[in-house]
């Protein structure tokens, strides 16, 4: 009996140790946080108004500037009084009057700059644009248009505080970076032109020796005589 018990034992061990261990469910990992992205600069804003193309944008900035500097001359004694009339604590009036100096010559530069990128575009361009482009200045300048009849007072107030917008200098600095390229690959896929053929040497007609007119005998030879 107590073999048999023994035996029971064993073989109830031995079952339990051959059984597979049934596998422990995965844990599920814990997802990794996502890295940060750094925020994207805020888009320029467009001024009311203007094209929303580059070529347009840059054209309306050329007039709008060019509105601007043309108005420096008249402004400029009115921008003097109402700068020495109203004077900060401890500012200095030449400082201040330096900074539309300085003004002046940044725009001039960047007038310079929006000419370059619309003749750029202009040449790279598959169309005409140049019309186009003609209108975007004009509507730029119409701003200023209202300057010759208003007092002089108003307009220098309005004229010292504007500004150039934001997105005109860097919109024509990448459009004229843009159409050199476009030049540069318009001028690597020209078809050479065929090498003209190589002219003959023309040919001289030989004149022939002239004729004389100098009759020359022929010899005539003398009849046989008869026998």
Same mark, same amino acid.
Request: glycine fraction near 6%; aromatic fraction near 6%; proline fraction near 13%.
């Given at each position: 009996?107590?073999?048999?018990?023994?035996?029971?034992?064993?073989?109830?061990?031995?079952?339990?140790?051959?059984?597979?261990?049934?596998?422990?469910? &995965?844990?599920?990992?814990?997802?990794?946080?996502?890295?940060?992205?750094?925020?994207?600069?805020?888009?320029?804003?467009?001024?009311?108004?203007?094209?929303?193309?580059?070529?347009?944008?840059?054209?309306?900035?050329?007039?709008?500037?060019?509105?601007?500097?043309?108005?420096?001359?008249?402004?400029?004694?009115?921008?003097?009084?109402?700068?020495?009339?109203?004077?900060? &604590?401890?500012?200095?009036?030449?400082?201040?009057?330096?900074?539309?100096?300085?003004?002046?010559?940044?725009?001039?530069?960047?007038?310079?700059?929006?000419?370059?990128?619309?003749?750029?575009?202009?040449?790279?361009?598959?169309?005409?644009?140049?019309?186009?482009?003609?209108?975007?200045?004009?509507?730029?300048?119409?701003?200023?248009?209202?300057?010759?009849?208003?007092?002089?007072?108003?307009?220098?107030?309005?004229?010292?505080?504007?500004?150039?917008?934001?997105?005109?200098?860097?919109?024509?600095?990448?459009?004229?970076?843009?159409?050199?390229?476009?030049?540069?690959?318009?001028?690597?896929?020209?078809?050479?032109?065929?090498?003209?053929?190589?002219?003959?040497?023309?040919?001289?007609?030989?004149?022939?020796?002239?004729?004389?007119?100098?009759?020359?005998?022929?010899?005539?030879? +003398?009849?046989?005589? +008869?026998?």
């Amino acid at each position: 009996m107590t073999a048999l018990i023994l035996a029971l034992a064993l073989f109830a061990a031995q079952d339990q140790t051959a059984a597979p261990a049934e596998a422990a469910p &995965p844990v599920p990992a814990e997802a990794a946080p996502a890295a940060p992205t750094a925020p994207s600069a805020p888009e320029l804003p467009y001024p009311p108004g203007a094209p929303q193309d580059d070529y347009g944008l840059v054209a309306w900035c050329y007039g709008a500037l060019g509105g601007y500097l043309e108005l420096h001359d008249r402004m400029i004694p009115e921008v003097t009084r109402i700068e020495g009339a109203f004077r900060r &604590p401890g500012s200095n009036l030449a400082d201040d009057m330096k900074t539309y100096s300085d003004m002046q010559k940044i725009s001039r530069n960047n007038m310079k700059l929006f000419s370059r990128a619309m003749e750029a575009a202009e040449r790279a361009s598959l169309q005409p644009i140049n019309t186009r482009g003609a209108a975007a200045v004009q509507k730029g300048r119409s701003g200023w248009a209202g300057a010759a009849n208003l007092p002089v007072r108003s307009v220098a107030q309005q004229w010292m505080g504007w500004a150039l917008p934001a997105r005109c200098v860097p919109t024509a600095q990448a459009l004229e970076a843009r159409a050199k390229l476009m030049g540069e690959a318009f001028k690597a896929n020209e078809v050479p032109a065929e090498p003209l053929a190589a002219t003959p040497p023309a040919v001289t007609e030989t004149t022939p020796p002239a004729k004389s007119d100098t009759i020359v005998p022929v010899p005539v030879e +003398p009849a046989p005589t +008869p026998s």
